[in-house]
């Protein structure tokens, strides 16, 4: 507690963090406010006692009421200065991210043409070479994949998240995102158990971005679970709502990160041992898309023991 | 010689790379192509070689893409040709500009393979 006391009001290294000036510095001007206050106060006290004279009470009261107006709007201009900061950023990944796109967009389109048959016949490919080919193409969707979350949680933050809510079969998703997580699945030898309760109602949300959620959330089940692991997919309805649970025995979440997990850049201590792809968006962007179709995302998790995941989704009113 | 049989399809794009994979795919797939690097040279290109359908990149030199749109729509012989938008710009209002000025299909670069590209031309071609 009190080191962390200590901690708050250490405005040299908390300046030297946000790598700004001590005058342009929040932290700092509002300690040397404070400080100002107080000093002001004694010394209007003592000026009242030691002058007969008004005048002087109400001089020495102007003067620190001016000092600790400009203080203030110091404060504001600082305060001003990180929001601007925060803007500019936002700005960077977008102009970063959109030209980056063109490149990586313009691999993927050229190693399409070289994995086209017209051309593979031609080229006459060892199955080494194949492999390689394949590495690039991999690394190349993983860099698109990246790029296309950051410019997604730009979106987000600067609220225009594009989302087509429209009536969805939940189900379907589901065997759709396994079917294209099967080479993770196989490689890692999970055995992932989908139970989907017959006739479920539609739903009503935005289908690429329950996609995104599905995906994230069944990927990082397979990812987090060992080697021959287990996953177990649910999909049921409570008559109001499709509840889908996702469940793993793997690593897990050490108890005192859990109120961090939905933020963004996440990673997780004991993840990062077991994986250093990623860059922790997907949770919070999964919890942004889920919320914005009116749902809800949660979860449990113990560390060594695994974690479940679950969303809950309102069913559509109207059935078809 | 032009084959009368192949349908024609202008490439304007001014990446080249980007523009190569799909020149090639297009002709794999048995159309004619020509390409543009900038938005006059695109103009020019639809008038002398008259495509069944083109092409168009939003981030352009010269002309941009929406300008080139709104000269294609305006001109009486030129406004039933089919355009495909393909750019990296996936915000809402840009498509909606797209659409408005006329686009058959916007289709945002990084979403899409080759083979999404060929499926879209074909489908606009019908």
Aim: charged content about 30%; proline content about 2%; glycine content about 6%.
């Amino acid at each position: 507690m009190f080191w962390k006391f200590l901690d708050d009001v250490n405005f040299i290294a908390r300046c030297k963090k946000y790598n700004i000036g001590l005058w342009q510095c929040p932290n700092f001007l509002f300690l040397a406010m404070g400080f100002l206050t107080v000093v002001a106060m004694f010394g209007t006290y003592f000026a009242s006692k030691s002058f007969d004279d008004e005048t002087v009470t109400i001089v020495s009261v102007t003067i620190v009421a001016a000092i600790i107006l400009t203080i203030g709007s110091l404060i504001i201009r600082g305060v001003e200065r990180i929001a601007e900061a925060n803007v500019m950023k936002n700005e960077f990944i977008s102009i970063v991210s959109h030209q980056l796109c063109g490149p990586l967009s313009a691999i993927k389109w050229n190693m399409e043409v070289l994995e086209n048959d017209e051309f593979s016949d031609h080229l006459k490919l060892t199955s080494k070479q194949e492999v390689f080919l394949k590495n690039i193409k991999d690394a190349n969707d993983k860099m698109l994949k990246l790029v296309g979350q950051l410019l997604e949680v730009n979106r987000i933050d600067e609220g225009r998240a594009i989302l087509k809510s429209e009536n969805i079969d939940l189900g379907e998703i589901v065997d759709q995102t396994i079917a294209e997580l099967n080479e993770l699945i196989l490689e890692k030898e999970i055995e992932v158990k989908r139970r989907i309760a017959p006739d479920l109602p539609l739903v009503f949300a935005d289908a690429a971005g329950m996609k995104t959620v599905i995906k994230s959330l069944v990927s990082n089940a397979v990812k987090y679970s060992r080697q021959k692991g287990k996953v177990e997919v649910d999909l049921k309805s409570t008559g109001r709502k499709i509840i889908f649970t996702v469940k793993d025995w793997g690593v897990g979440i050490p108890r005192y990160q859990h109120r961090k997990v939905f933020e963004k850049f996440f990673r997780s201590a004991n993840e990062a041992r077991y994986r250093t792809d990623g860059i922790g968006l997907g949770l919070y962007l999964a919890r942004s898309i889920v919320e914005n179709s009116g749902g809800k995302l949660w979860f449990e998790s113990e560390a060594g023991k695994g974690s479940t995941f679950f969303i809950s989704i309102p069913i559509a009113q109207k059935q078809f | 010689m032009s084959n009368p049989e192949k349908k024609k399809i202008l490439v304007i794009e001014d990446d080249r790379s980007l523009q190569n994979a799909l020149l090639e795919i297009i002709s794999q797939e048995g159309f004619e192509s020509e390409s543009a690097l900038d938005g006059e040279e695109g103009i020019a290109k639809i008038k002398t070689f008259k495509p069944d359908l083109i092409l168009l990149d939003i981030i352009l030199p010269k002309k941009d893409g929406f300008e080139v749109l709104e000269e294609i729509k305006k001109d009486e012989t030129l406004k039933n040709i089919p355009v495909l938008i393909l750019t990296n710009l996936e915000e809402v209002d840009n498509v909606q500009k797209a659409l408005d000025l006329g686009a058959t299909n916007y289709m945002v670069k990084s979403d899409f393979s080759l083979k999404d590209v060929v499926e879209k031309i074909r489908a606009a071609m019908k």
